[in-house]
């Protein structure tokens, strides 16, 4: 701390010393980066164990195609409109709720179809839905 020696013209000092105060944060900025990577929790859980399963290949997902003019096939067979589109689906489904379905789309169609498609697909109630592309 600086001290002046006062004389009865000069009034007191009203500055603050900020050096001690800057030593103390860095020295509790320290403090927490050592200590934080030691407080982190975690639950140490013992996992069963089991056979190693593969999946079946067997089950293949629908395949649904639209081209570029907008027209729909599945599983390589042309479908004239959305509600046929919907049976078809729905058809399937009640051979396998849990089939699965690949759109693979034409990069030059409209999206309001591929839009239309999906909630049409959504609708017949099949929850997985992949979009196929391509590697460039």
């Keep these: 701390m600086a001290f002046k020696p006062q004389s009865e013209d000069e009034n ?3 500055e603050i010393n900020v050096t001690p105060l800057v030593d103390v944060m ?3 900025v320290i403090i927490l980066l050592v200590t ?5 929790q975690s639950v140490h859980v013992t996992l069963p164990k089991t056979v190693e399963t593969t999946a079946d290949r067997n089950e293949q997902p629908l ?3 639209i081209d570029a ?7 390589k067979l042309p479908v004239p409109d959305l509600a046929a589109l919907e ?3 729905k058809s399937e489904l009640a051979k396998n709720p849990e089939i ?3 759109l ?3 990069q030059n169609v409209i999206y309001a179809k591929v839009a239309e498609v999906m909630a049409t697909v959504q609708h017949a109630g099949i929850a997985k839905i992949a979009f196929v592309t391509v590697e460039q």
């Design 12 to 14: 007191a000092m009203s």
């Design 26 to 28: 860095l020295v509790l």
């Design 63 to 65: 395949q649904l195609d």
């Design 104 to 106: 693979y789309a034409d």
């Design 69 to 75: 003019k907008g027209l729909v096939t599945l599983n």
């Design 100 to 102: 699965g379905l690949h």
């Design 36 to 40: 934080a990577p030691l407080v982190t």
């Design 87 to 89: 049976t078809a689906l």
